[in-house]
C-alpha cells in the first residue's frame, strides 16, 4: 500500500452481528488492501485490486463524524492493521466529539504490540480466527504462522475489553467478539478453534460469531477446486452444535446468507469516498 491513506468504502452497514448492526447500522470505514490475501476474499475489490481513492487523516476524522451525525451505532474500522498509525491520528482529532464505540475489524492477523498501541482507543475487538492449522493458513492465506499471531491476538483484545458490555438498546459497548467463517471441508478444523476458545476464555468472557456466508466467487483460482462450492447445512450445523455442547455464547448465521447479496458493493455510486 502507498503511505497515504486509501479508503475503499464509508457508510451505514446493516449486516454486522445483531450486537453490532442493532439499529441504523454499523457505521463502517473499509480501508483498501489487507495484511493478508486469502485466495476467497469477498472483499476482493478492495484487499486485491485496492478500489479506493486516497484522503487525509483530517478527512478521515470527517468521515468519523459524519458517520456519527448519520446515527451510526459505531465506527467499524474494516481491514485497518496497516494503517493504524493513521487511525489513531484521526481519532485523536475527534476523540472527544465521538459518543459511539469503535470497532476494530479485523482478520485476526495481528502483532500484539500492535493491539496494545490502541489501548484506550478500542471499544470492541471484532476479529477472525480463520485457521487452527498452519497447512490451512499457508495455503489459503500465506501466513503459516497464523493461529499463532490469531490466538495471542484474540487473548489480548478480551485483556482490553473486558467481558461484553451492553447499552440499553441491546448494542454492545466493550467486548471481544471472535469470528469464524466455516469453510467447506474444513468442519474438523473449526471444532479445534472452538475447542481452543473455550480452553482460553469463559463462556461470558467473550462472545463467538459462527459464519456461514462463505460464497465461491469468480476471483477463486482454479487451484483451489475444493473451495468452489458452499458449506452444506450437515457442516455448519455440526460446527454451530459444538459451540452448543462447549457452553460458548455469541451468534450464528442463517444458511440463506451464503449469497453474494451479503456482500459490500465497492463499485456502488454515491459514496462519499469511492474514486
Known sequence: ???ELRIGRVGLHQWEEPCIS???GAGTVFFSGCNLHCVYCQNHAISN???GRSITTQELADAFLSLQEQGADNIDLVTPTHYVPDILRALDLVRDKLTIPVV???????NVETLRALEGYVDIYLPD???YESETALRYSHAADYFEK???AVIEMARQTGAPAYNSDGGLVRGTVIRHLVLPGHRKESMQILDWIRGHFEPKQILISLMSQYTPL??????????KRRVTSFEYNSVVDHAAELGLEGFMQEKCSARETYIPDFYEDGQPLNE
Open 104 to 110: 476494530y475489524n479485523t482478520g485476526g492477523y495481528e
Open 150 to 152: 490469531a490466538s495471542a
Open 49 to 51: 485490486e485496492l478500489h
Open 1 to 3: 500500500m502507498p503511505a
Open 22 to 24: 442493532y439499529k441504523s
Open 129 to 131: 480466527i480463520k485457521y
Open 218 to 227: 469468480p476471483s477463486l483460482p482454479e487451484a483451489f477446486p475444493e473451495l
